[in-house]
């Protein structure tokens, strides 16, 4: 099992560009979900998802979108860049409702200037 | 509001010297506290859940314990390899589907040879 990959590693954007974060997972987990991890603050909840089909906000969802259309796959949009978005992106993963373990990829760094 | 403390934010141990780290909570109806590890650059690795009260989990050097306000995680003699940031995350109902997880800032815990 490769567990839960994202793609890119590393991206700059300028103000206004848009791109998509991948994040796949081979662990066929229901629950995914997307956080952003800042200098000085705990990891926070963007958008997550229980299952294809189905997603919801998390804490700081304004300028990000996703969706979820495969069990394997939950990409996150950036519309419109801003350099606040400018920060580390993790995606997670966990089997589903009453299974609270969840299981991280390695990691986005993003730089908006 | 949901809130996770942890303490020390750094700790700089001599290999061999055990200590623990804590992680304070204040939350509604707790599902799950949990551990995980993070090394630069990396994502969080999952180390334990603990539940109720009262449990213990242990992996190697590491003894994480929970009380109704808090949890530790003891290291005993611990090696430069266990340098890392130390997360705790705790699991509330709510959020839609059971999916609320809440972070605290972690521990920088820097273990000298």
């Known amino acids: 099992n490769a567990g839960v990959t994202q793609t890119p590693k590393f991206q700059v954007l300028k103000t206004g560009q848009s791109m998509t974060l991948q994040c796949a997972q081979d662990?066929?987990?229901?629950?995914m979900s997307w956080y952003r991890q800042d200098p000085g603050m705990g990891l926070r909840l963007i958008h997550y998802?229980?299952?294809?089909?189905?997603?919801d906000q998390g804490e700081v969802p304004n300028g990000y979108n996703v969706s979820r259309s495969t069990t394997e796959d939950f990409p996150l949009r950036l519309l419109s860049a801003a350099p606040s978005q400018t920060s580390v992106y993790f995606c997670?993963?966990?089997?589903?409702?009453?299974?609270?373990?969840?299981?991280f990829g390695p990691g986005t760094r993003l730089t908006v200037t | 509001e949901d809130q996770v403390t942890q303490s020390p934010e750094a700790l700089r141990l001599q290999e061999g010297e055990s200590s623990s780290l804590n992680c304070s909570y204040t939350v509604s109806g707790l599902r799950g506290l949990f551990w995980y590890r993070q090394d630069p650059g990396k994502g969080p690795e999952f180390l334990f859940t603990?539940?109720?009260a009262g449990e213990e989990k242990e992996k190697e050097r590491l003894k994480a314990t929970l009380t109704k306000k808090e949890s530790f995680l003891h290291i005993t003699a611990p090696k430069p390899e266990d340098s890392a940031t130390y997360l705790c995350a705790v699991q509330a109902p709510g959020g839609g589907s059971n999916y609320k997880l809440t972070f605290g800032k972690g521990t920088l815990l820097t273990v000298n040879p």
């Open positions: 603990l539940y109720s």
């Open positions: 998802s229980v299952g294809a089909g189905i997603t």
């Open positions: 997670a993963s966990r089997r589903g409702r009453n299974s609270y373990e969840q299981y």
């Open positions: 662990m066929n987990h229901e629950y």
